[in-house]
């Protein structure tokens, strides 16, 4: 007996009031679910009771609790619900069914008890009683209940009470939902009750059918008629609400239909007060009725009306209604241009954002530049949030399809200048992104890219916000990778070293480390051998004439009015020269280069002293971060030093010394810097995502092999590191290979006694790293493991290396017979090499082709990636097509791209511009300087190396000065 | 399915009346509610009705210290919920005289009568007042 309540607790059980007065007593929380699990104690015990009123007192209580403060009822207190249900009483029974809809769901094992009582009550002569079992049905109906249940709901379509009609034919909607095939046994049922039914009744038809319709519009076409009549006649405007959506529906399915709808819908539209049906007719006309052209305007009348109304929701709707129109006609949009821009600074978020998206969908070439002004200026007004929406949506549509919408490049970049002075603006990644991108496909834009880099750099202010850190970073990318176009190096210089930038991100610093680098190597190229900077320029910008300021630095005859086919003609001889150069040995180059250096500076920018300058306070600034505990800082900063102090070495023996050793000094400096300095002017492109599959597979290369004999290649080798790298070689290779490689070692070596000195030192000390087998050659001889030292001398012998490298592995079982294998490794470098930089261009110029995604060739793009085996990899690919790939390449290039300046359309000249002149002279260039460049990843360790000595020199340097500006 | 849920909440934002018309169990309720009230309980007079959340379309009405909020499908006709939450408020007024939040406490299982005369699995079914308070009144008379 214990648990039965005993008469006690039915006399003074707590009624619902005294459960909520009670609840209104405590405090929210703790003191609140106290109080309630006080009383879901006493309601366990209570709902047991025999007496049917304590139990559905108890059980009212709990379906308080249930929907207000989510108490789970159903897993122990459903058996007691639908035993209520059967009560004779209508108000237990009513407690009941409430609680069986508030906490049931269809799979609910108790459902099955219930079907006996339902049936009962859908019989019962009450009405209301018939009304609670059809609510219930329709909240709890299964599979189950309806086969059972659906004969008995059919009959009650055709009652005689509309009170019970209208609710059977919306509970029919719910078992049609899980047991489909009674549609057709109701269906004539249902039509009946649309034709004559009253107004409860027609109302609920009309629901269920513009449900079916959502659900199969085919269904509900035979009624167009029916519906029309509706249509026609009906006053009830929630209905009239309902028909218009069926005919929307039915008029994407049959469009005769629009002719007959066109004519009531536009009545009601002109003389409906209710402004939700008036806005329904807006929303039929726009959406399928937009040919009938009167509709159309009328429907654009009333949007207007809307989107001047003072009244919010209106204004949302009205915006709601165009975003709508403008999927067809764009002349809507732009009518109500004024409203549209006006509620961008509306006081609500919602219609903010919706104009936001009717103002972008109003962008085209020709108006992207007022808009994004507009927008700007909207951005800088607005909240936070907003304004970084806005940005979002500018960068989006002008950066979508390769920036399908901009013509203007020089503007488009500015603006993204404009965006990052922006006090609100987060979009920092974006706008990285979008600089670089557009720097790499862009080759016109570059000089102003530049421009607008150098004067994001030079504004101190803009380091101390942490979220554009990241433009910041793309500018400088940009103006070391593009010093050539900077009118003041100097300044780029200074820039990228004021003291504050001690605020960046070590990531973001090292990028700009790496800057200094690119610039302090143009400078003092410019400065050593203008004549030849003068050629490179001019050839690798295939002598358009957008270079002013780089003709007025350097001084030279750009020879702009040369046409495209003779730089053509001229680009290939140049190609044919450096390679002859190349063969021959370094011989030629310092020949010309002693006679280039007798030749006076034509510049005023790059005087001795301002050089000396700059490597007085490039110094300064870098030394104290040799020590940084950040690898990518120390580094790198280590790869500077290093070559000033190199730089240092010679320049002064030809300042201080004057005369005799002028020329030699000068030879050894420029030496170095031209190899420095190519290995930066290659030029980085975007590459399809997809090139890599587009690489012929060589024969005999099986990818899938497992690569099990890479032990043995590696087992020669004691190399303790096991990147890509240490793969290293077998030194028997090394007489195998192409001679072509051989010569330069010997003029390489020959030439950098020093650093072979240096490299001699550096390995007594670290000989671990170093392979075992001493050649004759020492320098041709040794492979470093990725990350160790390694001077720019050996740079030929790397790409040596590498090639040998990608051979071996991708030719694991051939017999080291290289002079056979070659020809292969030449085929794949070129479709590596090759290929995609031809694809590159057609895509970057003909918009179809979209979803090229940039990949950076070199590490200093993204400086986080820089380690990856990725990176790595990319570089070996790349190396191999250094020499042998440019004459085969020249041809299918020059096919291709005549191929793709047919597809091109007229509005994107400078594309043109741009793909015509770099295709072939790029080549030309990835094959020198790729290897190059890879050369020049090492030489950062001969520099640190050396930076060791050097900290001795610099403890004794002043201050350092403040560089801003 | 017009409409999904009906809920209505104090400026506090304690639900007062919560009726669902498609089955969420009582975790997915709760957070559902939380997020509503979140959003649209911040919103001010100048702001617009209508609100986006998941795949609803949250139309709202402020009466006094109670916000009526209707999810609906996208689909629906936002002036015609708001014109729906009118007629409720006004069905309870002449039901209640005047009627204020705690009526709809203290009478909740009458204020879930009312709305089930009004809309029955999501469709709205009837709109007059007199019609829906009918049921009722016979009611209050039997007992």
């Known amino acids: 007996m214990p648990s039965t309540p005993s008469l006690m607790d039915t006399l003074f059980q707590r009624s619902l009031e005294d459960l909520i007065k009670g609840l209104r007593l405590h405090n929210p929380g703790p003191p609140t679910s106290n109080f309630i699990e006080k009383n879901i104690q006493e309601i366990k015990k209570e709902i047991k009771s025999t007496d049917l009123n304590t139990k559905s007192i108890a059980l009212q209580k709990l379906t308080y609790l249930h929907s207000i403060y989510s108490i789970n009822m159903s897993n122990w207190a459903s058996f007691h619900a639908i035993e209520l249900t059967s009560s004779p009483f209508f108000g237990h029974k009513k407690i009941g069914y409430l609680a069986v809809t508030m906490s049931f769901c269809d799979t609910n094992e108790v459902l099955l008890l219930m079907v006996n009582q339902l049936r009962k009550d859908l019989g019962s002569p009450c009405e209301f009683e018939v009304s609670l079992a059809l609510e219930t049905i329709g909240i709890v109906i299964n599979q189950e209940l309806a086969v059972n249940l659906i004969d008995h709901v059919f009959v009650l379509i055709s009652s005689s009470k509309s009170f019970v009609r209208k609710k059977a034919i919306v509970t029919l909607l719910r078992v049609f939902e899980v047991y489909p095939d009674g549609i057709k046994v109701c269906f004539k049922r249902l039509v009946e009750n649309l034709e004559n039914g009253d107004g409860g009744c027609l109302s609920a038809s009309v629901g269920v059918f513009c449900e079916l319709a959502m659900r199969d519009v085919k269904l509900c076409l035979p009624l167009a008629p029916e519906f029309y009549k509706v249509l026609v006649e009906c006053r009830n405007n929630w209905v009239l609400i309902k028909v218009l959506k069926v005919f929307g529906k039915l008029a994407e399915l049959e469009p005769r239909l629009g002719k007959k709808l066109v004519e009531p819908v536009c009545e009601h539209l002109r003389s409906n007060g209710a402004k939700s049906v008036v806005f329904e007719c807006v929303r039929t006309i726009v959406s399928c009725l937009s040919e009938f052209e009167y509709a159309l305007k009328l429907a654009v009348e009333k949007i207007r009306e809307f989107l001047v109304d003072d009244d919010p929701n209106l204004k949302y709707l009205g915006l709601q209604g165009l975003s709508i129109v403008s999927r067809k006609c764009l002349w809507a949009v732009v009518e109500n241009k004024d409203a549209v821009i006006k509620s961008l600074s509306d006081a609500d978020v919602n219609i903010k954002s919706e104009a936001l998206r009717l103002v972008m969908a109003m962008v085209s070439e020709d108006n992207v530049t007022e808009i994004c002004k507009v927008l700007i200026s909207y951005a800088i007004k607005s909240d936070p949030e907003f304004c970084n929406e806005i940005l979002a949506a500018i960068l989006l549509n002008c950066g979508s399809n390769v920036y399908e919408l901009i013509i203007d490049f020089d503007w488009y970049v500015s603006l993204l200048g404009e965006m990052a002075r922006i006090q609100h603006c987060q979009k920092g990644e974006e706008i990285e992104n979008q600089l670089i991108d557009i720097g790499m496909r862009v080759k016109d834009v570059r000089p102003e890219l530049v421009r607008v880099g150098r004067d994001l750099l030079i504004d101190p202010a803009l380091l101390g916000n942490p979220f554009i850190h990241r433009i910041l970073s793309a500018a400088a990318w940009l103006c070391g990778e593009y010093v050539q176009f900077s009118k003041n190096p100097f300044e780029v210089m200074e820039a990228l070293l004021q003291p504050r930038t001690n605020l960046l991100p070590a990531s973001i610093r090292a990028v700009y480390i790496h800057s200094a680098l690119k610039v302090l190597s143009f400078c003092l190229h410019s400065y050593l051998l203008p004549n030849e900077t003068d050629s490179y320029w001019v050839d690798s910008d295939s002598g358009e004439a957008y270079l002013p300021s780089e003709s007025e630095i350097l001084g030279t005859s750009n020879p702009s009015a040369v046409k495209v086919d003779q730089i053509y003609e001229q680009r290939d001889l140049s190609l044919e020269e450096r390679r002859s150069s190349i063969e021959n040995g370094l011989n030629t180059n310092v020949a010309h280069e002693q006679s280039s250096s007798s030749v006076p500076l034509k510049q005023d920018l790059f005087t001795e002293q301002s050089i000396k300058n700059l490597l007085a306070l490039v110094e300064t600034a870098l030394q104290p971060l040799s020590g940084s505990h950040e690898v990518e800082i120390q580094e790198r900063v280590c790869n500077v030093l290093g070559l000033i102090e190199m730089m240092q070495g010679e320049l002064p023996n030809s300042v201080v010394q004057g005369g005799e050793n002028i020329e030699m000094g000068e030879s050894k400096a420029s030496d170095i810097i031209r190899v420095v300095h190519d290995a930066f002017s290659e030029d980085l492109g975007p590459i399809s995502s997809s090139s890599q599959e587009r690489v012929p597979l060589p024969d005999g290369l099986l990818l899938e092999e497992n690569l099990d004999n890479l032990d043995k290649i590696c087992g020669e080798i004691e190399l303790p590191m096991s990147t890509s790298f240490s793969l290293g070689r077998p030194a028997s290779d090394e007489h195998d290979t192409g001679s072509l490689f051989n010569n330069h070692d010997k003029d390489e070596s020959e030439l950098s006694k020093e650093s072979t000195s240096l490299l001699t030192e550096h390995r007594k000390r670290h000989g671990l790293y170093y392979l075992s087998s001493d050649k004759k050659e020492v320098v041709s001889d040794y492979y470093p493991p990725a990350n160790e030292p390694k001077t720019q001398s050996n740079d030929n012998d790397v790409t040596e290396d590498l090639v040998k490298l990608t051979e071996q592995s991708f030719l694991p079982k051939k017999k080291p017979n290289q002079v056979k294998a070659r020809p292969k490794v030449v085929k794949l470098d070129e479709g590596d090499g090759g290929i995609p930089s031809v694809i590159k261009k057609t895509e970057s110029t003909d918009n179809a082709i979209s979803g090229a995604v940039p990949i950076p060739l070199s590490q200093e793009v993204i400086p986080s990636d820089k380690l990856s085996s990725n990176v790595k990899g990319k570089e070996k690919l790349h190396i191999g097509q250094s020499f042998e790939s440019n004459e085969h390449t020249a041809n299918v290039d020059n096919s291709e791209l005549d191929t793709s300046r047919s597809k091109r359309s007229k509005k994107h000249k400078e594309r043109k511009h741009r793909s015509s002149g770099k295709t072939a002279e790029e080549r030309d260039k990835n094959g020198v300087e790729d290897k190059q460049k890879s050369g020049h990843h090492h030489t950062r360790h001969k520099a640190r190396h050396r930076a060791d000595a050097d900290l001795k020199v610099v403890a004794q340097t002043p201050v350092i000065p403040d560089f801003l500006l | ?143």
């Open chain 2, 1 to 143: 399915m017009g409409i999904r849920f009906i809920l209505m909440v104090n400026k506090q934002g304690q639900t007062r009346l919560a009726q669902y018309y498609e089955y969420l169990t009582i975790e997915q309720r709760r957070a559902l509610e939380g997020e509503i009230v979140r959003k649209c309980l911040a919103r001010n007079e100048q702001q617009c009705s209508f609100v986006e959340h998941r795949n609803y379309k949250i139309v709202y009405r402020r009466y006094a210290s109670l916000f009526f909020l209707v999810g609906v499908d996208n689909e629906e006709n936002e002036l015609a919920i708001l014109e729906f939450i009118h007629l409720l408020v006004e069905t309870m007024d002449r039901h209640f005289g005047n009627v204020c939040e705690l009526d709809i406490m203290f009478h909740l299982e009458k204020a879930h009568f009312m709305l089930e005369e009004m809309v029955m699995n999501g469709c709205i079914v009837e709109t007059s007042k007199s019609n829906i308070l009918g049921p009722i009144q016979l009611m209050d008379k039997a007992s």
